[in-house]
């Protein structure tokens, strides 16, 4: 599978919306990650932009969430790798290589970033700062579905301090979101 196909994928089941713009979000983060470890961006990339091509199926169901998407992905020939990072990111499986733990981790952050975003003017990452979100990550009513420890857990899981790690996220947002 590459990233062409992939994102057929996840157009076709998501049209164009918000859970479309974070997949892309999340891909955008998760090359920058790749980049920055030494890792494969492709791989990671694609990760991250088909981790929910099936949330809006399962919206109503969440605990079939990543099941789905797995079995999509296993029938459309995606890499174990990456089977196992969507399955991981719901905690459908363990989460044992650093591109499942960086998913984990990423998939919080755009959501936070992103509802950081969309309070100012603006309404975009262009001008936000890494000391507004995590102003805003300290206000638990603050996007309140976003789990703040998976995102602090990019020191223990990705051996990255909170501040380089949002900064890194927030910079790969920039360039698809601005």
């Keep these: 599978m590459n990233r062409e196909e992939?994102?057929?994928?996840?157009?076709?089941?998501?049209?164009d919306t918000a859970t479309t713009a974070h997949c892309l979000a999340c891909e955008a983060c998760m090359r920058a990650l790749a980049r920055r470890l030494e890792q494969d961006e492709e791989l990671w990339g694609l990760t991250g932009l088909v981790?929910?091509?099936?949330?809006?199926?399962c919206a109503n169901d969440i605990d079939r969430h990543a099941l789905v998407a797995a079995e999509v992905?296993?029938?459309?020939g995606a890499p174990d790798e990456l089977i196992q990072?969507?399955?991981?990111?719901?905690?459908k499986a363990p989460r044992e290589t650093l591109m499942?733990?960086?998913?984990w981790?990423?998939?919080?952050?755009?959501?936070?970033?992103?509802?950081?975003a969309l309070i100012r003017p603006s309404r975009s990452t262009s001008d936000l700062k890494i000391k507004s979100i995590k102003k805003r990550?300290?206000?638990?009513?603050?996007?309140?579905?976003?789990?703040?420890?998976?995102?602090?857990?990019?020191?223990?899981?990705?051996?990255?301090?909170?501040?380089?790690f949002l900064t890194i996220c927030l910079e790969a947002m920039n360039e698809v979101w601005t």
Aim: proline letters at 1%; a negative charge; hydrophobic letters at 40%.
């Design 100 to 103: 499942a733990k960086a998913l």
């Design 137 to 164: 990550m300290k206000d638990k009513r603050f996007a309140a579905a976003v789990n703040r420890d998976q995102i602090r857990a990019c020191t223990d899981q990705l051996d990255l301090e909170l501040d380089d």
């Design 51 to 57: 981790h929910d091509l099936d949330l809006d199926e």
């Design 85 to 91: 990072a969507v399955l991981g990111h719901n905690d």
């Design 105 to 116: 981790v990423v998939d919080p952050t755009t959501g936070i970033i992103t509802a950081a």
């Design 73 to 76: 992905l296993r029938d459309h």
């Design 6 to 15: 992939g994102w057929k994928l996840v157009h076709d089941r998501l049209g």
